[in-house]
């Protein structure tokens, strides 16, 4: 039994999400991903991260071109406020860095769209300022598979931890037997997960 971690690993004490311009104009130029698989994991993903009590951090760029957030987030989110930019890269953006720095958590949850831009352009320059990075590959999405690939191979240069929506979740989780395993594994939305829940609920009579 291993009683040391190899590595610090994330929790939901030391972790905190940043949703990078998931915005309807955006949406319609995804070709790497199906985008009912996209907003099905990127749904999932914040709504584990409420769950755990994560901070959130929402940013859109340019909405007069690139409209609104998806309404899916909308609905999920509406309790948090989003910071409107039009910089690139968000963390060129004082007002986005200053939100991340004040929540003083060392360990980012990082999704954008486009993976290769929205994604990949803050994610290493947070690797660069000393945050642990993680991209969730899975819940972004880029214009072309090569951009895609190209900015997931750029990320991984710099450092930056690339994950699924569901992976990460787990990692903070732990334990099957958390307190809050059910709600979270329910958020998540995971294709075999009504199976296994059935059967623990079948064994557990």
Sequence with gaps: MITKEIYETITPENGALVVVDHQIGLYTGIKDISILELKHNIVGLVKACQIFGIPIIVTTTT????????????????????????????????????????INRKKLIMTGISTDVCLAFPAIAAVADGYDV????????????????????RMVQAGVKVVGYSNVIVEMLRDNAHPLAGKVYSCLDMPFGSLVHGLHTYFSK
């Design 134 to 153: 993680y991209a969730v590959v899975d819940a972004s999405g880029a214009f072309t598979l090569k951009q895609g690939e190209l900015g997931v191979m």
């Design 63 to 102: 909405e007069n071109v690139w409209g609104p957030i998806i309404s899916e987030l909308q609905m999920i989110l509406k309790d948090i406020p989003i910071i409107q930019r039009t910089t690139v890269n968000a963390l060129h953006d004082q007002r986005v860095y200053d939100a991340i720095k004040k």
